[in-house]
């Protein structure tokens, strides 16, 4: 098969080595035996650089918007092949590694990642600090949001094919962009391959600013994720919220010899008042995600819209209100009735307290949630 191969290296100022790395890419595409082009991508370099990659052979993109990850969908964007392989302009990837990528591309995978884990990493490639900490921290918080099973998710050598890059749905303009692949790659179904790649030392600085730049991995791994962020920390507030409020609402109880009481269903109150108020923001963010198409509709959405209309919402809502309603008239009404002697009922008090909020945010939040649905749909 001759495919059309695309090899986009993002540059920004590295005049030490772009030009090679230019020549290593095509020496790579002829090796491969494959027919191709090198595009380098600018925007931003001061120091030349985007002269010495034309000068070497390279097609030049300039692009508008700053980052890595912008660079990138520029490069996509302007590239012509059926693959599209990308790589560092840095010098720090083997590209002598391509074939294992197109053999895979050719084998059906959609996404082919690198790994420098399973390939050599030659010493002083990467700091200690990336190696131990941020890059297995950060890959093994996206493995477990969002089930990629690819063990480098941060490497930048990678290939795909073309067709596949509507389903990546990529935007993120800077170094998260590498995260964002992965996880849509993961989200849509592709099938996604690994193949092993040698880490060099690079020339040159390093662009990666590992604070800033590891916590634009991280806030766009939590942003992406509303189950994990709102849902999941929500739902364990407001249940363990619920269980002591009900609980000690007959009376104090007694734990390995300590005293529970009216506080600790204070701190239920709250617990439950917090978790309901988290857990809905995370359905109006899943919610609007997926009406608004930005992400596919997943399974708990589903269970929901089939077990709940605003009808529901509404009658439970009420209900609830009304119970709290219902407790505090019964306090009233036994106060009125001791001729406004002194009043001990924090307990059920409390409760409807609870219940009450819970019953007003039930319903408002459910007008919300088809708010969302009537007026953010796009038109037919
Ligand atoms: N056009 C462009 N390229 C960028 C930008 N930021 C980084 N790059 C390029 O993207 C590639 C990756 O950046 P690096 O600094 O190598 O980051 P890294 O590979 O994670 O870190 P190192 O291991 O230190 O190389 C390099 O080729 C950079 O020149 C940017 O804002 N614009
Ligand atoms: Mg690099």
Known sequence: MS???????????????????????????????????VLVVDNGSTDGSPEAAAAAGARLIHERRRG?????????????????????????????????????????????????????????????????????????????????????????????????????????????????MVVNAARAGLRIGEVPVDYRVRGGRSKLRTVPDGWRHLRFLMLYSPTHLFLLPGLVLLLLGLLFLLILLPGPVVVLGRLFDIHVMVLGALLALVGFQILTIGLYAKTLAVTLRLQPMDRTLRVLRRVFSLERGLAAGAAL????????????????????????????????LVAMLLGMQIVFSSFFLFTIELQVREPA
């Open 3 to 37: 495919e059309r191969v695309s090899i986009v290296l993002p540059c920004l100022n590295e005049i030490a080595t772009v030009a090679s790395v230019v020549t290593e890419a095509k020496e790579a595409l002829c090796r491969a035996g494959v027919e191709g082009e």
């Open 68 to 180: 890595y990850g912008a660079a990138y969908l520029g490069g996509f964007a302007a590239a012509s092949g059926d693959v599209i392989v990308m790589a560092d302009a840095d010098g720090s990837y083997d590209l002598a590694a391509l074939p294992a990528f197109l053999e895979r591309i050719r084998a059906g995978d959609q996404l082919v990642m690198g790994s420098r884990f399973q390939g050599h990493i030659a010493r002083g490639a990467m700091p200690w600090t990336h190696r131990y900490i941020g890059s297995p921290v950060l890959s093994g918080l996206l493995n477990v949001l969002y089930r990629t099973g690819v063990d480098d998710a941060h490497c930048g050598m990678r290939a795909f094919r073309r067709d596949a890059l509507p389903e990546l749905r990529l935007h993120m303009p800077g170094m998260e962009f590498a995260s964002e």
């Open 321 to 352: 209100f009304l119970i709290g309603f219902g407790v505090d008239f019964g306090i009233a009404a036994r106060w009125v009735a001791s001729g406004f002697g002194p009043l001990n009922e924090v307990r059920p008090a409390l409760f409807a």
